[in-house]
């Protein structure tokens, strides 16, 4: 019995620090920010230099414990543990952000007071300048990653391409993806493709002339155009203005033509009426009458009667 838990020991003993630095090796810098004037605030307002720290795995690994420097001369080898350590600033313990799970980030302050929180550190970084960061296992011996940074222009950062891999690119202001993921996408942005294709600015004032001149020849041409048009339109109104006043015109002389006419028939027509009725009164009067009246006597049974 005791033979087997001195095997577990034993084994414990072999495994669990081979298995923590496996977990270590998945931790990385993934983006580095110098000189921040106008990025990233922390919980008092204040703007400071920062890394991003990500776990590249599917897994959660606590980096507690673990350390970050910016002070190159932790590399000399002859330098005993506690000597490095002392160059080197810890990341609190016992505390819930400094377990990542799979593919989390952790940003952390530097140039800062580590009492302003767990994510403010001491690391120095001076803005404009090159530097050099990395990250120590909780030995202060094992290192698991670095990263040297080029000069950085204020709100740039120097970053991975993507989370874990092994390029590094320089982001615009307007890329910078403090914890969050990173993309190759973003390396350059428009502007500074911009300029670079044409520092003096001589291709896009020509292009800008050249799109002003060419709107103004399409407004030339459309307004010219539709002038045309409502010439046209208008010439063919008082075409037919003209043209009804004639008819209108070619109607009143008709009208009174027939009018005069008109005239002229009904002075014959009421001559042959008075004719006609002058001759029915010839052809229709009587002969003339003495006017005496002669009564003839009649026998009835009234004389009778009378008698």
Same mark, same amino acid.
């Given at each position: 019995?005791k ?18 630095? #496996?977990?270590?090796?998945? *931790?990385? *810098? ?25 776990? &590249? ?11 970050? %420097? %910016? ?13 490095? +350590? !002392? ?5 609190p ?21 580590? /009492? @302003? ?7 120095k ?8 960061? /990395? ?31 092994s390029q590094?690119?320089v982001? /615009? ?11 190759? &996408?973003?390396?350059?942005?428009? !502007? ?11 291709? +896009? &004032? ?13 407004l ?20 037919? #203005? @003209? #043209? ?24 014959e027509?009421?001559?042959a009426?008075? /004719?006609?009725? *002058?001759? #029915? ?13 002669? +009564? ?12």
């Amino acid at each position: 019995m005791k033979n087997k838990r001195l095997l577990w020991l034993f084994l414990l003993t072999i495994l669990v620090p081979d298995l923590f630095g #496996q977990g270590a090796q998945n *931790i990385k *810098i993934n983006e580095v920010l110098t000189s921040n004037t106008a990025n990233l605030q922390d919980d008092y307002g204040d703007r400071m230099a920062w890394i991003e720290l990500v776990n &590249t795995s599917f897994s959660t690994f606590n980096v507690r414990n673990m350390f970050i %420097t %910016t002070d190159r001369s932790v590399l000399d080898k002859s330098m005993s543990a506690p000597q490095r +350590i !002392s160059l080197m600033c810890p990341i609190p313990a016992h505390e819930k952000m400094t377990e990542l799970s799979g593919k989390q980030h952790l940003l952390l302050f530097l140039n800062s007071n580590p /009492a @302003k929180g767990i994510n403010h550190l001491n690391a120095k970084l001076t803005a404009g300048q090159a530097g050099w960061v /990395a990250l120590y296992d909780g030995n202060g011996i094992d290192l698991i990653d670095s990263v040297s940074v080029p000069p950085l222009q204020p709100n740039t950062s120097f970053a991975r391409t993507e989370d874990g891999s092994s390029q590094w690119v320089v982001k /615009a202001a307007e890329n910078v993806t403090p914890g969050s993921n990173n993309t190759s &996408t973003v390396a350059e942005s428009k !502007s500074s493709r911009l300029k670079k294709n044409d520092p003096y600015g001589i291709g +896009i &004032t020509v292009l800008s002339m050249g799109i002003v001149f060419t709107c103004l020849l399409l407004l030339y041409a459309v307004f010219r155009i539709f002038g045309s048009y409502m010439k046209r339109k208008q010439a063919e109104k008082e075409a037919e #203005q @003209k #043209q009804r006043r004639k008819e209108k015109e070619k109607t009143v002389e008709g009208l009174k033509a027939t009018k005069v006419a008109g005239s002229d028939s009904s002075r014959e027509v009421y001559m042959a009426v008075i /004719a006609m009725a *002058i001759k #029915q009164y010839e052809d229709d009067t009587h002969d003339i009458e003495s006017g005496i009246i002669t +009564i003839k006597p009649k026998h009835s049974h009234w004389n009778n009667l009378k008698q």
